[in-house]
Structure formats: C-alpha cells, structure tokens
C-alpha cells in the first residue's frame, strides 16, 4: 500500500527547519549510510515531527497491537545543536550508546521504550 506523503504528516512540533540538500549530504555523511529516497521524499515534505497516525500493517500480533505497529513520529534531520528536539536522526550515535543499542543503524523513531 503506497504511502500519500502529503497526508502522512501531523505536527512538527518541534519546528524542524525545511530539509536541504546540503543537510542530507551532512546526516548520511555523519550516520555513514546512504539514506533511501523514500524517507527523504517525506522528509522534503515536513522535516520530521509527529505523523498523522500512520501504522505498518502486520501479519502477525505484535507488542502494540493485533494487526499493526504504530508510526507516531518520525526523526528528521536538524544540523543545529541548539535546536531543541526529540525527533532528530543525528541522535542516533548517541541513543545507541545511552540505550545499549547494536552498533551501524540509523534510528527512525523512538524514546528508548
């Protein structure tokens, strides 16, 4: 089921600023991967924030849900670090290290739970 990128966003919250080429360049510089034009499609969009309710639909029960598993927010990419946000890809170095993650992932989402 294709994704409407124009109606996949909610709030942006955290006011992310618009997406430049130049901050992705920066991020898959940095996070050592080549991001898929997917999520920078969405991210051209709204620079991450909250989503409108999307969910990945599942086969199989999972801890959330029967049939699903939520997508409330989605990180973006913001280069300032006096930018004040919960919903950034370059906290990935970090969160991996506070939540004793495994090395060479990007995170997409989440708090840590």
Request: charged share 20%.
């Amino acid at each position: 089921m294709p994704i409407n990128i124009q109606r996949f966003w909610g709030s942006n919250h955290y006011n992310h600023p618009p997406l430049t080429d130049e901050m992705v360049e920066t991020a898959e510089r940095v996070l050592g991967v080549k991001l898929p034009r997917s999520l920078i499609a969405l991210l051209r969009v709204q620079n991450g924030g909250y989503t409108a309710g999307f969910a990945h639909p599942m086969s199989c029960r999972t801890t959330w849900a029967e049939d699903h598993v939520p997508l409330e927010d989605l990180a973006g990419i913001v280069l300032d670090a006096d930018h004040h946000t919960a919903q950034n890809l370059m906290h990935t170095g970090y969160m991996t290290e506070e939540w004793g993650l495994p090395e060479k992932q990007v995170l997409l989402s989440g708090d840590g739970h």
